[in-house]
């Protein structure tokens, strides 16, 4: 429990050092979209060439097969079911992209790495990154045409550093390349950057507006709700009855975290408003701290 708590902690930090440098000054609110633009163009492809590369194997794969499975039906009934709830939150159609985007997508990459490495170790980690490959295409392939306002689809908007690392790396790890290792820790650095710079650009963002006005939206704490236990809940019931626990629990592991932050950082590449999006992700966040230490306890 003191892990998780110690791991979550340090998260928060850095989103409160990034409100306290907005709220003095020291970093303006425009500047967030270069944050964004590192996030997304620079740290985000560094992690997925990392770690597909390095555990994206064939023998990995032959043994956690049913991990990969699982995640794409989960995230297929989701999505479905995030659709429909969505059009109970709002009317405007960006709102409703944005509340369909947090129901299905949680903070697995900048939060949930740092969990399964602290708590679980390594193999972990390996576990919940299979997980996150069906969540990784959505994110990039759907979910940043959602946020950022993209209404016209095109093959061309798939070509984005995150989807082309993505492809090199498993392109890597299934025919067993060996990347130098100058590389490799170029790739390692970078990606450790990540977390800390979303955290940092969370704080920022949610400064530029009221904090009393965020925590009066009911709708955001219907969705945390939703987001926290009542997805979790149903995910772990039904595979309680198909999967051995080994195969569950970095299912949960990803499940159980709060609502993804690229409601804040993706909107911020184009300029749209993103005040319900840093709502969402500070309200599912902190009821997080309760919630995520509760349901490791139950089921680890």
Request: hydrophobic share 55%; glycine share 6%; net charge positive.
């Amino acid at each position: 429990m003191s892990i998780v708590l110690q791991q979550l902690s340090i998260l928060f930090i850095f989103a409160f050092m990034g409100y306290i440098l907005a709220k003095v000054g020291v970093i303006k609110a425009e500047q967030t979209k270069i944050l964004s633009s590192l996030i997304v163009y620079v740290f985000c492809p560094a992690v997925c060439l990392d770690s597909f590369s390095k555990n994206f194997t064939t023998q990995y794969l032959s043994q956690k097969y049913k991990i990969l499975i699982v995640s794409v039906v989960v995230l297929i009934f989701l999505s479905i079911a995030a659709f429909f709830a969505s059009k109970l939150f709002s009317k405007d159609a960006y709102d409703r992209n944005v509340y369909t985007y947090s129901l299905i997508v949680p903070n697995y990459g900048y939060m949930g790495y740092a969990l399964a490495v602290g708590i679980f170790g390594d193999e972990m980690l390996m576990d919940v990154i299979i997980v996150g490959i069906p969540l990784t295409i959505f994110i990039y392939a759907i979910g940043l045409p959602m946020l950022t306002g993209v209404k016209n689809f095109s093959i061309k908007k798939l070509i984005n550093p995150p989807i082309v690392t993505i492809v090199i790396g498993v392109i890597i790890g299934l025919t067993n390349i060996k990347i130098p290792e100058i590389f490799q820790s170029v790739f390692s650095t970078a990606g450790g950057c990540m977390a800390p710079l979303a955290m940092l650009l969370m704080g920022i963002t949610i400064s530029e507006f009221k904090l009393s006005e965020l925590f009066k939206k009911y709708k955001i704490y219907v969705l945390a709700l939703l987001r926290l236990i009542i997805i979790p809940l149903i995910i772990a019931t039904v595979l309680w009855f198909v999967l051995p626990k080994e195969f569950i629990i970095p299912v949960l592991l990803v499940y159980i975290l709060p609502c993804g932050l690229n409601t804040v950082v993706f909107p911020r590449l184009v300029g749209k408003n993103c005040e319900i999006g840093a709502g969402v992700a500070l309200i599912s966040s902190l009821f997080s701290i309760i919630t995520i230490p509760l349901w490791l306890n139950f089921f680890v």
